[in-house]
């Protein structure tokens, strides 16, 4: 399966700045890759679709102008919470779709904005 | 939309004992169905996947799943759980419509094996 690498794993960051989240896809080019959210004890929440060269695809509720994304390679996708306030602080896991169809996920990045 | 629902939110057990997490899912067209684990402190990982074919299928580490189309479940069991089993499960469904990628996770099991 396809191996998935995000930086950073832990940020921590004051209240106002941006906050970017890297999503690597290190032996599969991905032209798509999947952004989720996952609070305290609740389900993962797809936030956004991302694809490579073009804009991304937000869920319905997901501000798109506050998490923005780029997707510039085949082997790299971007998260970037922008103005951070205390309710984005969440476990962001990004993921890229294997051949079967199957989504192979990165370690996640906890964020916490104090 | 599809939904998906995991009614056990934590469930103990000791070694040894045979497990059933429940599964149940909300979509009457054709669906894809995974079993993903997270293992403290490590990433989500596929447990098992039912695309098509004999409704019961076996996934890695002695675990298999069993879909029943009539009932919209897709419940995994394992016959023998070890204290290496402990770890956050979770059900995903797509319905293949919508494309494969797009998941719907359940709200996760959480599975604490006792020695």
């Known amino acids: 399966g396809a191996v998935v690498s995000q930086h950073p794993s832990r940020v921590i960051c004051k209240s106002g700045t941006s906050v970017k989240i890297e999503c690597r896809s290190l032996d599969f080019q991905a032209t798509t890759m999947f952004w989720y959210r996952q609070f305290p004890k609740q389900s993962l929440m797809l936030m956004a679709t991302s694809n490579e060269g073009s804009k991304a695809t937000y869920e319905q509720g997901v501000e798109k102008d506050k998490f923005l994304i780029n997707h510039a390679s085949l082997t790299l996708s971007t998260l970037t919470v922008t103005s951070a306030h205390p309710e984005d602080s969440s476990f962001y896991i990004c993921?890229?779709?294997?051949?079967?169809?199957?989504?192979?996920f990165g370690e996640g990045s906890r964020l916490t904005v104090l | 939309a599809q939904s998906v629902s995991q009614h056990n939110h934590h469930v103990i057990l000791s070694e040894a004992a045979s497990l059933e997490l429940g599964c149940n899912y909300s979509y009457g067209g054709t669906v894809n169905l995974f079993w993903y684990v997270q293992y403290p402190g490590q990433h989500l990982q596929l447990l098992l996947k039912?695309?098509?074919?004999?409704?019961l299928v076996k996934g890695i580490k002695g675990f298999e799943a069993e879909f029943i189309k009539s009932k919209f479940s897709f419940n995994l069991r394992k016959p023998s759980v070890q204290w290496s089993d402990t770890a956050e499960y979770f059900c995903?469904?797509?319905?293949?419509?919508?494309?494969?990628?797009?998941?719907?996770f359940g709200t996760g099991t959480r599975l604490t094996i006792i020695p």
């Open positions: 995903a469904v797509n319905a293949r419509l919508f494309g494969n990628e797009k998941l719907t």
């Open positions: 039912y695309f098509s074919g004999d409704p």
């Open positions: 993921s890229v779709a294997g051949a079967g169809g199957e989504l192979f």
